[in-house]
């Protein structure tokens, strides 16, 4: 069995919905299919949802009227039966009856906005569910909020997901497809929740690991990972094939077209990931697997390069450290306490730097390094930039051709030798453009 993602722009257009329907039922092979919302409509949702907060509900109301006139309009073009259209309407009138019904709740707190919010994934999945119905696909539809859940750490249940998949997809085993909804889970609490803004990808991925598919595809706009981010490089490239390892780092470090989770569920039970372009499907896109026989052992040393905004850098001292044991220990464990993950790390003989992406605790963990270190003012706007290859020991010569891309440009601090694929630099995010750009030039032009 496969799993295919198919993101917002993928969806985003009737004649696009229609035409993923040929696509996955182009061969036999059985497919869930998860789907995002169509494009702008999580953005739409979250918009209503500032608007109920705020208390400016004729606003809310006038958002909501337009969206759904654009749901019309959508459903106009998508059906050609007036079964179809019924159909659709049905599927309308419910959901934008519950989120009309949002509007009268005060005070309109987090979970109502999570309901909200998850309206976008129910509207495209039971529209695309009941066009394939249309069009007499034997196919089904399966509710992710029975089956994928968070625990309170935000982290995904995949035991879970496991037991519940095995016990609901035999009932379907005469359906060639089913389709669910990406992004959306429920937490221990038994509420709506979500898996974070591209969250889909990650569930895509986590139905791969848990039912060990044969392969997870994620469809988008773009014929795969490119070795640098589109939106600010020109003359970037797909990479066809990339370690799991690598294919992690550029998701984590930034590269939007993976969740930054996204990997973590396939490398788990090796399930290879494909990355294919929607809008021109003969394209091979990017395989993400386990390095085998099958890589082309003459992939370059530079792959991919990618960049993380919003980091804070925050740099500890002590002479204590000095010839100590135990030191680091302490100082990581107050990151443990406050459950902030540190991305990048760089040491002295006595001073530590590290980075941070959420800075909610950031006061608390200041105070508590405070009775022991002397800390310096946190750097705020800083971007880590992380290039991806094959950096083994015996290939000499990476760190010379990174420098020299990079010779105009500040660098804050840097991470080589982690793992045998990343190399990783802070700067500040106003030399990002600069820098990915710099780095294209040095690293990947002939
Ligand atoms: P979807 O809605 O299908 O999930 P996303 O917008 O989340 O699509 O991801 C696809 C986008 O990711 C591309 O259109 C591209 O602009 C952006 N992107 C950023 N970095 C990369 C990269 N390294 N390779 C490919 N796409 C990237
Ligand atoms: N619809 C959600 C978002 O826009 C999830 C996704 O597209 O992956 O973030
Ligand atoms: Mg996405």
Not at 3 to 27: C, E, N, Y
Not at 294 to 315: H, R, W
Not at 343 to 360: Q, Y
Not at 390 to 416: H, L, T
Request: charged letters at 20%; one cysteine or more.
């Amino acid at each position: 069995m496969h799993v295919w993602k198919f993101g917002g722009t993928s969806v985003g257009k009737p004649d696009r919905m229609q035409s993923i329907r040929h696509l996955v039922t182009a061969d036999d092979t059985r497919k869930i299919v998860v789907l995002s919302a169509l494009s702008g409509s999580t953005n739409a949702l979250l918009a209503i949802g500032e608007c109920l907060k705020d208390n400016t509900e004729a606003v809310a109301i006038a958002q909501i009227d337009a969206l759904r006139a654009h749901y019309d309009a959508f459903i106009g073009e998508l059906y050609a039966t007036d079964a179809g259209q019924q159909a659709g309407k049905q599927v309308l009138d419910a959901e934008f009856s519950f989120i009309r019904s949002l509007t009268g709740i005060k005070p309109f707190t987090l979970k109502q906005e999570k309901e909200l919010v998850a309206e976008g994934e129910l509207l495209s999945t039971q529209l695309f569910q009941a066009y394939l119905e249309e069009e007499g696909v034997a196919s089904a539809l399966l509710p992710a909020l029975e089956f994928m859940r968070i625990d309170a750490d935000n982290g995904p249940e995949i035991a879970f997901t496991q037991q519940r998949l095995s016990e609901m997809l035999p009932n379907q085993a005469d359906k060639q497809i089913i389709v669910t909804q990406g992004f959306i889970c429920r937490n221990p609490r038994g509420e709506v929740d979500n898996l974070k803004r591209g969250g889909s990808d990650y569930t895509a991925s986590l139905i791969g690991g848990a039912i060990r598919a044969d392969e997870i595809q994620i469809w988008t706009d773009i014929d795969g990972m490119h070795n640098n981010d589109p939106r600010i490089v020109k003359d970037t490239h797909p990479v066809r094939e990339l370690t799991f390892d690598e294919a992690a780092e550029l998701a984590y470090f930034g590269a939007k077209i993976l969740h930054p989770s996204t990997i973590t569920p396939a490398r788990m039970f090796g399930v290879p990931v494909r990355l294919k372009n929607t809008m021109e499907p003969s394209a091979p896109g990017t395989l993400i697997a386990e390095r085998t026989g099958t890589f082309d052992s003459t992939a370059p040393v530079f792959k991919a390069v990618a960049a993380k905004d919003g980091i804070t850098a925050l740099y500890i001292h002590s002479s204590r450290m000095l010839n100590a044991y135990g030191f680091l220990r302490r100082i990581f464990e107050i990151f443990e306490k406050y459950k902030t993950p540190v991305d990048m790390l760089a040491t002295s003989e006595v001073s530590v730097s590290v980075t941070i992406d959420n800075t909610d605790r950031i006061a608390d963990i200041t105070a508590e390094l405070s009775t022991f270190c002397d800390l310096e003012e946190p750097d705020y706007d800083q971007t880590i930039i992380c290039i991806v290859g094959n950096f083994s020991a015996d290939n000499g010569g990476v760190a010379v051709r990174v420098f020299n891309a990079m010779q105009n440009i500040p660098i804050r601090m840097i991470s080589y030798g982690g793992t045998e694929s990343n190399l990783s630099m802070l700067v500040h995010s106003r030399y990002k453009a600069d820098a990915l750009n710099a780095l294209n030039e040095g690293l990947f032009s002939a």
